[in-house]
């Protein structure tokens, strides 16, 4: 199975940004549900954005107005743009395929392998 590879985290300065790139290498990602995920120490990894082929890009409240989703067919990625940043946006960011339950909400899919190493992004006050 193919990970995901995540890219672009860093540190920053509140209020700074940030842009994460999620590439699928030899597997194309572009007729699948994507997802951005991030995980704090000690925390439970949680969604934060979704975008499947088609339709409006979904984000979780906190992070809407600052982060945005967004898909680039001809380069097979998956982009989050973070703006204004925050010390509690600091995580290791992963992106992984999602399936969209009837509830509205989001179950990891089963095409691509395991979580990728993701990237951290740490924001200091």
């Known amino acids: 199975q193919v990970h995901m590879v995540e890219s672009g985290g860093g540190l920053v300065q509140a209020g700074g940004s940030l842009r994460l790139t999620c590439t699928a290498p030899?597997?194309?990602?572009?007729?699948?549900?994507m997802a951005w995920f991030r995980q704090a120490p000690g925390k439970q990894r949680e969604l934060v954005a979704a975008?499947?082929?088609?339709?409006?890009?979904y984000h979780i409240q906190s992070v809407k107005g600052r982060f945005t989703i967004s898909r680039d067919n001809a380069k097979n990625s998956v982009f989050l743009q973070m703006n204004m940043l925050e010390p509690g946006d600091t995580a290791v960011y992963y992106c992984?395929?999602?399936?969209?339950?009837?509830?509205?909400?989001?179950?990891?899919?089963?095409?691509?392998?395991?979580w990728g190493q993701g990237t951290q992004v740490t924001v200091s006050s």
């Open positions: 992984a395929q999602v399936v969209q339950r009837s509830d509205g909400n989001f179950d990891v899919g089963s095409d691509f392998g395991p």
């Open positions: 030899g597997r194309e990602i572009n007729n699948y549900r």
């Open positions: 975008l499947g082929p088609y339709g409006k890009p």
